[in-house]
C-alpha cells in the first residue's frame, strides 16, 4: 500500500468521475462550442452568483490571468507573505504583468485590513509603485489551510472599495473553507471582482481551474488565456470531470478535514515534534524537533513505510488528506505514526 500524502493534487479520477469523462459531449473550446465547458462555466458561474466563468488549465493561469487584468506595468499588489502567487507561480506576476509585491506580515497567510490599508502607496506620491490590487488566498497553502475570518474579508473589501483597488480571490482550496466554515459561495461572488477555484486539488478532477468574475472581466480574461497558450480544444473532457466533482466531491471534504484533525492529535503526541499548527482544514503543517529528529530522517522512515509527506524549508513539514486517502491508509498511517514516537 502506497500512501502519498504530499498533496491533495496526487488524486485518480474516481471510476464515477471516469465515466462522466467518457461520456462527456464536446466540441471545440477555442470557437466556444464545447458543450461541456460552457456547461461547467455556466454551473461555477451560478455557484457564486456571479456574471460568468472561464475554464483554465491550472490555478496559476486563472490567477495569473487575473493579476495581468488588474494592473499595468510598474503597479504593485498586495498579498500576504505565504500568498502563492507570491512564492509558487514562478514569479509570474513580473514576468507576465511587470508587477511587484508588497508583502504583508500576516498570520498563517492572512493579513488585517489595518495592515492592507498600511500597505497602500499615497496614489499621488509618484515615487511609488501604484497599488492597484490586493490578492486574498482562501484556504491558505502555505498558511496550513486556515480559514480566513469573513468579516475580516469584507473589511478588507471596503478597503479596496475606498482606495480603488481590485480585489481578487486566490480560491485554490475555497471549497474546503466554505465546507469547514459552513459559509455560502454567492457570499464571496457578492465580495470580490473574480475568484479563482481548482478542481484539480480537494476535489479530484486530474486537471482544471476556473476563473469567476464579471461577463466583462471574463471577456477580457478570455484574450489573455490565449495569449497564456490556455486554450483547450475537446476539453470537454476535462469539465465533464468537473462537473461531476462539483455534484459528488464538495460535501465529502468534510472527510478530509476530519482524518488531518486525527492525524494531527497523534502528532502533538510525539516527543520528536515540536510544533503543530492549527489544522482547520485537509492541511497540516508541523515543525520537527530537530535534536531528536531531522526533517531528512523522519521523512525517511516514513519512506520505509511507503509513506510520503512533502519538507516545506525552515524545518517544517507538510501532510496533505484527499480523496484517494482512505480509512484503511489512515488507520496504517496512525499506527505507523505511533510505533515512531515510541
Ligand atoms: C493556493 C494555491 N493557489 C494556486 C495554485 C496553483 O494551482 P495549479 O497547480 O493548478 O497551477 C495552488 C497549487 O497548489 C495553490 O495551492
Not at 20 to 30: E, H, L, R, S, T
Not at 118 to 145: A, R
Not at 149 to 170: A, P, S, T, W
Amino acid at each position: 500500500m502506497e500512501i502519498n500524502l504530499i498533496s491533495d493534487t496526487v488524486t485518480r479520477p474516481t471510476p464515477g468521475m471516469l465515466e462522466a469523462m467518457m461520456n462527456a459531449k464536446v466540441g471545440d473550446d477555442v470557437f466556444k462550442n464545447d458543450p461541456s465547458v460552457n456547461a461547467l462555466e455556466e454551473k461555477v458561474a451560478n455557484y457564486f452568483g456571479m456574471e460568468a466563468s472561464l475554464f483554465f488549465p491550472s490555478g496559476t493561469m486563472a490567477n495569473q490571468t487575473a493579476i495581468k487584468l488588474y494592473t499595468n506595468p510598474g503597479d504593485q499588489l498586495i498579498c500576504d507573505k505565504y500568498a502563492h502567487v507570491y512564492n509558487y507561480e514562478g514569479g509570474g506576476v513580473s514576468f507576465n504583468s511587470g508587477v511587484s509585491c508588497k508583502l504583508v506580515d500576516g498570520n498563517r497567510g492572512m493579513m488585517t485590513a489595518e495592515q492592507v490599508e498600511q500597505s497602500i502607496n499615497p496614489p499621488d506620491f509618484y515615487h511609488s509603485p501604484l497599488t492597484s490590487l490586493v490578492c486574498i488566498e482562501n484556504t491558505t497553502n502555505k498558511g496550513g489551510g486556515a480559514c480566513w475570518d469573513f468579516d475580516e474579508l469584507k473589511k478588507i473589501g471596503k478597503v479596496c472599495d475606498n482606495n480603488n483597488l481590485k480585489y481578487h480571490l486566490d480560491g485554490a482550496r475555497l471549497w474546503n473553507a466554505l465546507v469547514a466554515q459552513q459559509e455560502n459561495p454567492k457570499d464571496y461572488g457578492n465580495l470580490f471582482d473574480s475568484i479563482s477555484v481548482c478542481l484539480s486539488k480537494g476535489l479530484g478532477c486530474p486537471v482544471g481551474s476556473v476563473l469567476v468574475g464579471s461577463q466583462e472581466l471574463i471577456d477580457d480574461a478570455l484574450r489573455v488565456r490565449k495569449v497564456l497558450g490556455g486554450g483547450m480544444r475537446q476539453s470537454g473532457f476535462l469539465a465533464a470531470a468537473g462537473i461531476y466533482a462539483l455534484d459528488n466531491h464538495i460535501d465529502r471534504l468534510d472527510e478530509d478535514h476530519q482524518k488531518a484533525k486525527e492525524i494531527g492529535e497523534v502528532l502533538k503526541g510525539m516527543r520528536c515534534i515540536q510544533k503543530v499548527e492549527p489544522i482547520e482544514t485537509n492541511i497540516i503543517i508541523f515543525k520537527l524537533d530537530e535534536s531528536k529528529i531531522s526533517s531528512e530522517n523522519f521523512l525517511a522512515k516514513l519512506k520505509e513505510n511507503n509513506i510520503s509527506i512533502i519538507g516545506m524549508g525552515q524545518g517544517k513539514l507538510r501532510i496533505v488528506t484527499h480523496l484517494d486517502y482512505t480509512q484503511e491508509m489512515h488507520s496504517y498511517f496512525l499506527e505507523v505514526l505511533r510505533e515512531l514516537s515510541k
